[in-house]
Nanobody
Framework: QVQLVESGGELVQAGGSLRLSCVASGRMFSSYAMGWFRQVPGKERELVSASWPGSTYYADSVKGRFTISRDNAKNTVYLQMNSLKPEDTAVYYC???????????WGRGTRVTVSE
């Protein structure tokens, strides 16, 4: 079982930056695929970015603005979000899986609000 705790979401103005963090329990963190998803009411959860051994993924909507990174010594994955837009407003969820692209564990989410 893996537990995930996100933090870092808050209200920010358009053009600003935020860094989300997700701390994971467990000893297999370095081998896990880690992902950041986001969801707005009435829409499906969207994969924003993911990191797994040897590769990363970014949704087209965030390429060039968001960067995923991980510190395996701290069991932590980060999402650096720059040049934020109002359409980035969502609840962001951290997720983990033993093998890309399967995600088995979820955090409770952290809310990001980008104002005009």
């Amino acid at each position: 079982q893996v537990q995930l705790v996100e933090s870092g979401g808050e209200l920010v103005q358009a053009g600003g930056s935020l860094r989300l963090s997700c701390v994971a329990s467990g000893r297999m963190f370095s081998s896990y695929a880690m992902g950041w998803f986001r969801q707005v009411p009435g829409k499906e959860r969207e994969l924003v970015s993911a990191s797994w051994p040897g590769s990363t993924y970014y949704a087209d909507s965030v390429k060039g603005r968001f960067t995923i990174s991980r510190d395996n010594a701290k069991n932590t994955v980060y999402l650096q979000m720059n040049s934020l837009k109002p359409e980035d407003t969502a609840v962001y969820y951290c997720s983990a899986g033993s093998k890309w692209p399967q995600f088995d564990y979820w955090g409770r989410g952290t809310r990001v609000t980008v104002s005009e």
